[in-house]
């Protein structure tokens, strides 16, 4: 199944910052 959770702002000094999307999605298998 497919979860999504909210993730704060990153720091705008982590380099990935402007690619991470605000809700995080992830595949898990249970």
Avoid: Y
Avoid at 1 to 22: E, H, T, W
């Amino acid at each position: 199944m497919k979860i999504c959770f909210a993730m704060l702002p990153r720091d705008v000094a982590d380099p990935v910052a402007i690619d991470r999307p605000s809700n995080v999605c992830a595949e898990v298998e249970q």
